[in-house]
Nanobody
Framework: QVQLVESGRGLMQTGGSLRLSCVAS????????MGWFRQAPGKEREFVAA????????YYAPSVKGRFTISRDNAKNTVSLQMNSLIPADTAVYYC?????????????????WGQGTQVTVSS
């Protein structure tokens, strides 16, 4: 079955950096756009970033654009999220997700498969 496993959880200070990774199995990775979402306590799960199958198309939420970078390594079935200049508002559980689409989606409804999530906490 399809599995997405995130890693890279951490407790960071404001201004710090953290890299999240997600390894996919049970699917043909090249056939999928990949996304990162996050959910803070008491809030809806929100879009963070997405990337198409070959990395030529990338989308970012306005709140993270310029600070976060999404990338993928198809040889390793891995998608990563490099997070720089972290702020307390970035505190959330981060999820990677897979969308069998050519153009990556920005709505959680478009993603069929999800990881279990990894906690990122940024202190002030």
């Amino acid at each position: 079955q399809v599995q997405l496993v995130e890693s890279g959880r951490g407790l960071m200070q404001t201004g710090g950096s953290l890299r999240l990774s997600c390894v996919a199995s049970g699917l043909v990775f090249d056939d999928y756009s990949m996304g990162w979402f996050r959910q803070a306590p008491g809030k809806e799960r929100e879009f963070v970033a997405a990337i198409n199958w070959n990395g030529n198309v990338r989308y970012y939420a306005p709140s993270v654009k310029g600070r976060f970078t999404i990338s993928r390594d198809n040889a390793k079935n891995t998608v990563s999220l490099q997070m720089n200049s972290l702020i307390p508002a970035d505190t959330a559980v981060y999820y990677c997700a897979a969308d069998e689409a050519v153009v990556p989606g920005r709505s959680r409804m478009e993603y069929a498969y999800w990881g279990q999530g990894t906690q990122v906490t940024v202190s002030s």
